[in-house]
């Protein structure tokens, strides 16, 4: 697997490939790879002849007082794990080749989808994150882009994006990949310490209760209540648990044919998220 740092020689690889026929699966991340990346490496495998990853810790996706300066740099580590899972070119640019012209710059804003949840918390977060994302799969142009389900309102925000903007390049969702107590595999969860950990599944396995109790017909707000209550008893501090319709991430206060329940919670200095989807086989008013 080689590995470029500037567009120039990124756009040498990819047109090579082009000119040969060749199609291409992008993966776009932050580094610090596991499990979860991997996962995506092996989809985009199978879905193209050329796989490209990127590693880049975007400044623009990250506020004031997050974790932009400690966020885990291992990009040895992330150049071993990504050629032994099949990965064929890795771009990793610095923030002068990402960002190469002057501020202020134009970006991209997804309306709706982007505003409550994390959006509402991490102001100004996804549309560092669209503009990235957009300005990435520019410069790789590929056929595809997958992205872990994980950040589940990231991927709608990037749906919604590729929609109104004719985007030719196809969005596709990977399912999360889980610890064997739950916790969805994340960067971050090196940030939980030993005891912290021993809690951490704790989030998944309130989605999978809460979602149980909805469809067996119990009222939305009281199941989200009851599993907000034990995650602050468990030390969670709870900043968002609520049911959307899966497809738009439209506000929802009975379950729609295809749900989704959501939550962020710090434990620790970690901020954690998950979701859980859930059809509803019953008449549904969404
Ligand atoms: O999910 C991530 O790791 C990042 O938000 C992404 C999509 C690579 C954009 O920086």
Redesign the pocket.
């Known amino acids: 697997m080689d590995t470029v740092h500037t567009l120039a020689d990124l756009r040498t690889a990819v047109d090579h490939w082009k000119r040969q026929g060749h199609s291409i699966a992008f993966v776009?991340?932050?580094g610090n790879l596991h499990a979860g990346h991997f996962a995506l490496i092996k989809a985009a495998r199978s879905r193209a002849d050329r796989v490209v990853a990127s590693v880049?810790v975007?400044p623009t996706?990250f506020g004031e007082g997050e974790d932009f300066e400690s966020y885990p740099r291992t990009l040895e580590a992330d150049q071993r794990g990504l050629a032994d899972h099949g990965c064929d070119l890795l771009y990793a640019p610095d923030v002068q080749d990402m960002y190469n012209t002057a501020a202020p710059r134009a970006a991209v804003h997804v309306p709706v989808v982007s505003d409550g949840l994390c959006g509402e918390r991490r102001p100004g977060h996804f549309d560092g994150?669209a503009t990235?994302?957009i300005k990435l799969i520019n410069r790789v142009t590929p056929d595809c882009a997958l992205?872990?389900e994980k950040?589940y309102q990231?991927l709608m925000v990037l749906r919604k994006m590729a929609a109104d903007l004719d985007l030719a390049t196809e969005i596709v969702g990977i399912p999360t990949v889980r610890e064997s107590d739950g916790l969805a595999m994340s960067s971050r969860n090196q940030y939980l310490s030993p005891a912290e950990r021993r809690v951490a599944g704790q989030l998944h396995a309130a989605l999978e209760r809460c979602a149980l109790k909805i469809k067996q017909g119990e009222q939305v707000e009281k199941s989200i209540e009851t599993e907000r209550k034990k995650l602050s008893k468990s030390g969670f501090r709870v900043e968002y648990f609520e049911l959307r319709r899966a497809r738009d991430l439209a506000e929802i206060s009975s379950p729609a044919s295809e749900s989704v329940l959501l939550v962020a919670a710090k434990l620790g200095s970690a901020r954690l998220i998950d979701n859980m989807r859930f059809r509803h086989e019953g008449p549904s008013q969404n």
């Open positions: 776009p991340t932050m880049f975007n996706q994150v990235v994302v992205f872990g950040d990231q």
